[in-house]
RNA sequence: GGGCACAUAGCUCAGCGGUAGAGCACCGCCUUCACACGGCGGGGGUCGAAGGUUCGAAACCUUCUGUGCCCACCA
């Protein structure tokens, strides 16, 4: 249609104003002078325009009056506007016109160039733009309104930042194609003449008409509005618009439009712009845009990549065979049904604002699991209740309660004002968590443990108080959990055996506020009670001990208030830690042989030596002071840039200065207890080799072979004699004798205190010079780590004796045992068990019978 | 090509100026009378990289790298 040059070109500065023939239909062209289309340094510097089949030259002919010349039909064939290509397939017409141009001699050269090229995505060849006739909604003044709304504040986008995706998008519209050749849909009401092929002519002008005209031949256009012309007209089309009706006047404007971020343009800003036409207000108030849900590559699921997860395959399960390719391989075995609770609650979970959600299996499982957890806590309600049938809320406001009901109560009325803040501030997750933290971790694990000494006891009236609360927090936590898991909270409320005002909890108020519940005292008494439970705990755990185990502690505390707490309460510390004894006192003399806890407001030990394995123990100490040292110097380093005191506020610096007071004290406590269960080191010097820990090497001996005394309630008791008995009027050498068969039972904490006793005897006239002193220190010779040996090796193979002779031997062959032994363990623990058993009951033959040598 | 996100423990994600957290997975002890889809305890991170602001940065700013999404006639 013309040809363009920049007019900065001198090239070709003689050619403006001037025409060319078009070789090929012999029709004569202007070249005109455009510097928007033309790049002077790209190629010739000339370029052809085509108007009715390229965007950029669309525009180049609107500026410069072109002709619009459209040459394709619209199956992509050359129309009659193509001279003698008329007729010719698109990519035929070129391969002729590149042969005509070569045969005429005008072809100089052909070079790959790429560019971009529109295809389609559904037939996947390439597209040509082409003119045709089609209906446009003029945009700039719908826009325009729709851009105040916004920025008026009259609606408002959560997250705030598809306010900008919004505002870029309705500043940079273009008119609005409504037409659509597609099979369905509203059809456009527009009314054209009869041609005279008996199709719409569209040179006619049409009549805007719900119905045919009366007069004349006329027939309706058969294109059909955008969908999303139609579905713009959602917010009021739905309420019976255009008729006043009830509906309309209660429901528009709504308050909260929920949808994709990714129709913000398609469907949000189009029903803005109707709404604001038609209604002459916004459609909705806030606009929700959630998460979209997308591979665990975070790629977005379709059908195309094979990607897509069907939920119904995470509810319900699906063997592998039903999953599509993607799928199938990273789960090979199957998906197993996750149930929809689940399902929904994960998705909560992971709902952050303004992210998408890579969806974790692995994460629903463990929600599935806190379905499970809040079903059997329902159950164990269910359960103890009794014939109790009221639903609480009077009996926990009119009677006395126990401590743990205040503090379940109080953290109840938290969890509900924490839940209505998130819910309001849409912050789903955080709601979902907040719920799932309070149903675990303090009803389930605190507050039903804390419940069964009330619920299993005699007081009456203490076991009405719990069982009211039980069911009261239940009802208004399953409340409050409705909306993320609403199967399950259904089922379990309609089982609850309680008077309900509405026959389902979908329509039960949703829990409020009751300040009446708080109570700070209640949950400032719980602290202390938790963390002494918490440290024994880690002292049981942190030494293996088994929970069968009952055991003593001994808990010190300077505030008086702590100590009474747990005086008050020891029924709840004590079934929860398994204790046999709990003795609360003031500060003081420390427990010997015991592992220690210490926190702020509490020391707590557990006197066990023999039991607890003092060698952990001690780790666990060096541990946590290591920790401590850690922090201080990290404050420190903060306290040593002079201007950190001088600009940072008073309370940051108040803090950090308090912080490093309390664990200097910490630490003190800490090494204190270190040194008091600090082995005594011995070292045995054997002829050639020099010096060598025989503490570290049985122990290592003993580690390896397993032996342990273990929480075996006979062992104990064996060993609380034996200790009776080791008090007094032994000699040296009997001191000696114990502390070789302590080391050979691994106990190396007695066996150090016999060895120091003897140590002692030997200063005595009569003392056995093989057994020398040194300070702090015990030497012990050759034929004593002999004896050790043949200790360990009895314990090992009871019944054979070693003759000194062969001790090297048995030695070796000892080590070659244990190795067959860690071997083993390693592969079929249930063998080590068994070979453990063995130990054990040899060491409970031992033991009285060493007593007896006395 | 333009725009917007995201990068924190093996995985999925919180935290978003003042002592690095959760769930799952992992390790140890336990089939204790709601729950082994469980209980208790434990190990694991120079918070993508480099600069900058600050007394102090995982967090605020800049650049880079990587990943993803949206738009692509116009931003």
């Given at each position: 249609t013309a040809v363009a040059v920049n007019s900065t070109d001198e090239r070709y500065t003689h050619l403006h104003g001037k025409t060319v023939l078009l070789p090929l239909t012999n029709r004569e062209i202007p070249i005109i002078i455009d510097d928007v289309l033309v790049d002077p340094k790209f190629g010739t510097g000339v370029v052809k325009v085509t108007p009715a089949h390229d965007h950029n030259d669309y525009a180049t002919g609107l500026r410069h009056n072109l002709p619009m010349i459209n040459i394709f039909?619209?199956?992509?064939?050359?129309?009659?506007?193509?001279?003698?290509?008329?007729?010719?397939?698109?990519?035929?017409?070129?391969?002729?016109?590149?042969?005509?141009?070569?045969?005429?001699?005008?072809?100089?050269?052909?070079?790959?160039?790429?560019?971009?090229?529109?295809?389609?995505?559904?037939?996947?060849?390439?597209?040509?733009?082409?003119?045709?006739?089609?209906?446009?909604?003029?945009?700039?003044?719908?826009?325009?309104?729709?851009?105040?709304?916004?920025?008026e504040g009259k609606t408002t986008f959560v997250p705030e930042t598809w306010t900008a995706v919004y505002m870029k998008w309705m500043e940079g519209i273009h008119d609005w194609c409504i037409s659509r050749q597609l099979w369905w849909g509203h059809q456009i009401p527009a009314w054209f003449k009869v041609g005279a092929d008996g199709k719409p002519d569209f040179e006619s002008t049409p009549v805007v008409s719900r119905t045919k005209p009366p007069e004349g031949e006329w027939v309706q256009d058969p294109d059909v509005l955008d969908t999303w012309f139609s579905s713009g007209l959602w917010p009021f089309s739905t309420l019976g618009w255009p008729q006043k009706t009830e509906e309309l006047k209660t429901f528009y404007p709504n308050s909260v439009m929920e949808t994709g971020h990714d129709i913000i343009f398609f469907w949000v800003a189009r029903m803005m712009m109707m709404g604001l036409h038609f209604m002459g207000e916004v459609p909705f108030r806030t606009v929700y845009l959630h998460a979209m849900v997308r591979d665990e590559k975070g790629d977005k699921m379709s059908k195309t990549k094979g990607n897509v997860i069907d939920p119904l395959d995470i509810i319900l399960g699906a063997p592998a065979a039903n999953l599509p390719g993607s799928i199938r391989n990273k789960y090979p075995q199957g998906l197993p049904a996750q149930g929809a609770d689940a399902l929904r609650f994960t998705l909560a979970s992971l709902t952050q604002q303004g992210r998408d959600i890579k969806l974790s299996i692995d994460r629903i499982g463990g929600y599935r699991a806190f379905c499970n957890k809040i079903w059997n806590a329902a159950r164990f309600a269910m359960m103890n209740l009794g014939d109790f049938t009221d639903d609480g809320s009077v009996f926990i406001k009119e009677r006395s309660l126990s401590l743990a009901d205040r503090w379940i109560l109080s953290r109840l009325n938290r969890v509900t004002v924490a839940t209505q803040a998130a819910l309001t501030a849409y912050q789903f997750a955080e709601a979902a968590s907040v719920l799932y933290q309070f149903l675990w971790g303090e009803f389930c694990d605190w507050y039903i443990e804390l419940s069964k000494s009330a619920l299993y006891g005699d007081d009456a009236h203490a076991k009405t108080s719990t069982r009211a609360v039980l069911v009261f927090v239940l009802d208004q936590v399953l409340r409050l959990l409705h909306p993320f898991m609403p199967f399950l909270t259904e089922e379990i409320w309609q089982k609850l055996p309680i008077t309900r005002s509405v026959e389902s909890i979908m329509i039960a108020p949703y829990p409020v506020e009751d300040a009446r519940l708080h109570d700070a005292a209640a949950e400032a008494e719980m602290k202390p009670i938790s963390q002494a439970i918490d440290g024994i705990r880690a002292i049981r755990g942190e030494s293996n001990l088994s929970p069968a185990l009952k055991i003593e502690a001994v808990i010190q505390s300077e505030s008086q208030q702590v100590r009474e707490s747990l005086d008050?309460?020891?029924?709840?510390?004590?079934?929860?830690?398994?204790?046999?004894?709990?003795?609360?006192?003031?500060?003081?003399?420390?427990?010997?042989?015991?592992?220690?806890?210490?926190?702020?407001?509490?020391?707590?030990?557990?006197?066990?030596?023999?039991?607890?394995?003092?060698?952990?123990?001690?780790?666990?100490?060096?541990?946590?002071?290591?920790?401590?040292?850690?922090?201080?110097?990290?404050?420190?380093?903060?306290?040593?840039?002079?201007?950190?005191?001088?600009?940072?506020?008073?309370?940051?610096?108040?803090?950090?200065?308090?912080?490093?007071?309390?664990?200097?004290?910490?630490?003190?406590?800490?090494?204190?207890?270190?040194?008091?269960?600090?082995?005594?080191?011995?070292?045995?010097?054997?002829?050639?080799?020099?010096?060598?820990?025989?503490?570290?090497?049985?122990?290592?001996?003993?580690?390896?072979?397993?032996?342990?005394?273990?929480?075996?309630?006979?062992?104990?008791?064996?060993?609380?004699?034996?200790?009776?008995?080791?008090?007094?009027?032994?000699?040296?050498?009997?001191?000696?004798?114990?502390?070789?068969?302590?080391?050979?039972?691994?106990?190396?904490?007695?066996?150090?205190?016999?060895?120091?006793?003897?140590?002692?005897?030997?200063?005595?006239?009569?003392?056995?010079?093989?057994?020398?002193?040194?300070?702090?220190?015990?030497?012990v010779k050759a034929p004593a780590k002999s004896k050790a040996r043949a200790a360990v090796k009895a314990i090992k193979a009871p019944k054979k004796k070693a003759p000194a002779a062969a001790k090297k031997k048995v030695a070796v062959k000892a080590k070659a045992k244990k190795a067959v032994v860690k071997a083993k363990a390693k592969k079929a623990p249930v063998a080590a068990k068994k070979k453990k058993a063995v130990v054990k009951t040899k060491v409970k033959k031992a033991a009285p019978k060493k007593k007896g040598k006395r």
């Amino acid at each position: 249609t013309a040809v363009a040059v920049n007019s900065t070109d001198e090239r070709y500065t003689h050619l403006h104003g001037k025409t060319v023939l078009l070789p090929l239909t012999n029709r004569e062209i202007p070249i005109i002078i455009d510097d928007v289309l033309v790049d002077p340094k790209f190629g010739t510097g000339v370029v052809k325009v085509t108007p009715a089949h390229d965007h950029n030259d669309y525009a180049t002919g609107l500026r410069h009056n072109l002709p619009m010349i459209n040459i394709f039909t619209e199956t992509a064939h050359v129309n009659e506007n193509g001279g003698k290509y008329q007729g010719l397939e698109r990519f035929e017409a070129r391969k002729k016109v590149l042969e005509d141009l070569t045969e005429l001699g005008l072809l100089i050269e052909t070079k790959p160039h790429k560019l971009a090229l529109a295809i389609s995505e559904r037939t996947k060849v390439p597209v040509e733009p082409r003119l045709s006739p089609q209906w446009y909604v003029k945009i700039q003044p719908l826009a325009d309104k729709a851009i105040a709304a916004v920025k008026e504040g009259k609606t408002t986008f959560v997250p705030e930042t598809w306010t900008a995706v919004y505002m870029k998008w309705m500043e940079g519209i273009h008119d609005w194609c409504i037409s659509r050749q597609l099979w369905w849909g509203h059809q456009i009401p527009a009314w054209f003449k009869v041609g005279a092929d008996g199709k719409p002519d569209f040179e006619s002008t049409p009549v805007v008409s719900r119905t045919k005209p009366p007069e004349g031949e006329w027939v309706q256009d058969p294109d059909v509005l955008d969908t999303w012309f139609s579905s713009g007209l959602w917010p009021f089309s739905t309420l019976g618009w255009p008729q006043k009706t009830e509906e309309l006047k209660t429901f528009y404007p709504n308050s909260v439009m929920e949808t994709g971020h990714d129709i913000i343009f398609f469907w949000v800003a189009r029903m803005m712009m109707m709404g604001l036409h038609f209604m002459g207000e916004v459609p909705f108030r806030t606009v929700y845009l959630h998460a979209m849900v997308r591979d665990e590559k975070g790629d977005k699921m379709s059908k195309t990549k094979g990607n897509v997860i069907d939920p119904l395959d995470i509810i319900l399960g699906a063997p592998a065979a039903n999953l599509p390719g993607s799928i199938r391989n990273k789960y090979p075995q199957g998906l197993p049904a996750q149930g929809a609770d689940a399902l929904r609650f994960t998705l909560a979970s992971l709902t952050q604002q303004g992210r998408d959600i890579k969806l974790s299996i692995d994460r629903i499982g463990g929600y599935r699991a806190f379905c499970n957890k809040i079903w059997n806590a329902a159950r164990f309600a269910m359960m103890n209740l009794g014939d109790f049938t009221d639903d609480g809320s009077v009996f926990i406001k009119e009677r006395s309660l126990s401590l743990a009901d205040r503090w379940i109560l109080s953290r109840l009325n938290r969890v509900t004002v924490a839940t209505q803040a998130a819910l309001t501030a849409y912050q789903f997750a955080e709601a979902a968590s907040v719920l799932y933290q309070f149903l675990w971790g303090e009803f389930c694990d605190w507050y039903i443990e804390l419940s069964k000494s009330a619920l299993y006891g005699d007081d009456a009236h203490a076991k009405t108080s719990t069982r009211a609360v039980l069911v009261f927090v239940l009802d208004q936590v399953l409340r409050l959990l409705h909306p993320f898991m609403p199967f399950l909270t259904e089922e379990i409320w309609q089982k609850l055996p309680i008077t309900r005002s509405v026959e389902s909890i979908m329509i039960a108020p949703y829990p409020v506020e009751d300040a009446r519940l708080h109570d700070a005292a209640a949950e400032a008494e719980m602290k202390p009670i938790s963390q002494a439970i918490d440290g024994i705990r880690a002292i049981r755990g942190e030494s293996n001990l088994s929970p069968a185990l009952k055991i003593e502690a001994v808990i010190q505390s300077e505030s008086q208030q702590v100590r009474e707490s747990l005086d008050r309460w020891r029924s709840y510390v004590m079934p929860l830690t398994g204790l046999a004894k709990l003795s609360v006192t003031a500060m003081g003399v420390k427990p010997q042989q015991a592992a220690a806890d210490i926190r702020s407001d509490m020391e707590i030990y557990v006197p066990l030596a023999g039991i607890v394995d003092l060698a952990e123990e001690r780790e666990r100490l060096k541990k946590e002071i290591s920790k401590a040292e850690q922090e201080i110097a990290a404050i420190n380093k903060k306290f040593e840039n002079p201007r950190f005191v001088e600009r940072a506020p008073p309370d940051v610096v108040e803090k950090d200065r308090a912080r490093v007071i309390e664990l200097t004290s910490r630490i003190e406590k800490l090494s204190e207890n270190l040194r008091r269960i600090a082995p005594v080191e011995m070292r045995i010097a054997p002829p050639a080799t020099g010096s060598v820990n025989l503490g570290d090497e049985l122990r290592a001996e003993m580690s390896e072979a397993s032996v342990s005394a273990g929480p075996d309630a006979q062992v104990t008791e064996a060993l609380v004699q034996l200790r009776a008995g080791t008090k007094e009027g032994l000699t040296s050498r009997d001191h000696y004798d114990l502390g070789v068969a302590y080391m050979g039972m691994g106990l190396v904490d007695d066996a150090v205190r016999e060895f120091n006793a003897a140590k002692d005897e030997v200063n005595t006239p009569n003392a056995r010079p093989s057994v020398p002193s040194a300070p702090a220190k015990v030497k012990v010779k050759a034929p004593a780590k002999s004896k050790a040996r043949a200790a360990v090796k009895a314990i090992k193979a009871p019944k054979k004796k070693a003759p000194a002779a062969a001790k090297k031997k048995v030695a070796v062959k000892a080590k070659a045992k244990k190795a067959v032994v860690k071997a083993k363990a390693k592969k079929a623990p249930v063998a080590a068990k068994k070979k453990k058993a063995v130990v054990k009951t040899k060491v409970k033959k031992a033991a009285p019978k060493k007593k007896g040598k006395r």
